[in-house]
């Protein structure tokens, strides 16, 4: 166990990961009790990785198709816009902080839309075996450690009050390279997920944060075709790029209000989006210090994920 995580909750190690408590009660129940159908999609992805933007992907992706497939039109561009009514993490929500957070029983939603579109933070082999072995498709999201610390860093110290310090970027970085974060180690939980992609590609999606920032048209169609919901032209895609766009949504009344399952503000899953913004907050000798663990972790695994 740590005590007081960056200055916030205990962190408790369970089977290689670090959980928060009532998250890894949580995930313990869902590896037991969550029953994954052969049409359900679950969403799996470290905290700061780019989440958000995928959940809000991945249910424009399904609707806009749905709408067009229901409708039996060509078009489906004056379909209601459920991004614009709704917080991206109502939509899919998470299975150990919402569905089977112990904190949070009496809140659960029923997931009665076909199909059922789900969320996790936890590493592949916390799954459960319906998850795992059944025909339900995962899709996974990585980014670049240097550029999920500092977001991750960002995202705790927005929970501290104006007249509070900051939690010391030197101390994070420490914390971080040793694996201890929320379902870190960030390497461990990249290649359980990356591994099995490789051996099971139908079954498991993994993309990359920055192919997506890079190449949003191309990522973007190969995530809908994975879902089994292909685009019928470049209009579609762009569209779906464009309402997922992180200036449209952090310009939202419904993401600027209000707090997330985490207890932090909304807005704070919303920042810079940008690429590389480690250069802004991390040394040479922190940046080279990540990057060898990424070259023994990956290369070790026979991975090009991320390393220089
Ligand atoms: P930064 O802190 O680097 O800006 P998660 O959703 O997994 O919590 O990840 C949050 C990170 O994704 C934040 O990164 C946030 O700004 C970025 N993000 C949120 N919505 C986005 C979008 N629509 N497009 C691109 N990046 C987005």
């Given amino acids: 166990r740590v005590e007081k995580w960056w200055g916030r909750f205990d962190l408790y190690k369970y089977d290689g990961f670090w959980y928060r408590l009532d998250l890894l009660e ?19 992805s470290l905290p700061k990785s780019g989440t958000t ?3 809000s992907l991945m249910v424009s992706i399904m609707d806009n198709h749905a709408a067009r497939t229901f409708n039996n039109i060509n078009d489906a561009k004056d379909q209601y816009d459920l991004l614009e009514e709704n917080f991206p993490h109502d939509l899919i929500p998470c299975m150990e902080s919402r569905i089977f957070n112990p904190l949070r029983a009496s809140e659960n939603p029923t997931l009665k ?56 970027m030197e101390d994070a970085f420490d914390s971080f390279c040793k694996g201890v974060h929320a379902f870190g180690p960030f390497h461990d939980h990249v290649l359980g997920y990356w591994k099995e992609s490789l051996a099971r590609p139908d079954k498991i999606l993994c993309l990359r944060y920055e192919d997506m920032k890079m190449n949003p048209r191309g990522e973007v169609t190969k995530l809908a075709s994975f879902l089994g919901r292909p685009f019928i032209n470049d209009d579609e895609v762009d569209r779906i790029i464009s309402r997922c766009s992180l200036e449209r949504l952090k310009g939202m009344q419904v993401n600027k209000e209000g707090r997330a399952d985490s207890g ?45």
């Fill in 53 to 55: 933007w995928l959940k």
């Fill in 113 to 168: 839309a076909q199909p059922r579109l789900h969320h996790t933070h936890v590493p592949y082999s916390m799954l459960s075996e319906s998850a795992k072995n059944s025909g339900c498709k995962i899709v996974y999201i990585a980014r670049d450690p240097k550029d999920v610390l500092v977001s991750l860093w960002y995202f705790v110290n927005s929970a501290k009050k104006p007249e509070e310090e900051p939690y010391p």
């Fill in 26 to 44: 949580g995930a313990i129940a869902a590896k037991s009790n969550f029953q994954a159908q052969d049409d359900d999609v679950l969403l799996s």
């Fill in 264 to 308: 932090l503000p909304k807005s704070s899953f919303f920042r810079r989006g940008v690429v590389g913004d480690w250069k802004n907050h991390l040394t040479p000798e922190m940046k080279e210090r990540l990057d060898e663990i990424a070259r023994k972790k990956f290369q070790g695994a026979g991975l090009d994920i991320y390393y220089p």
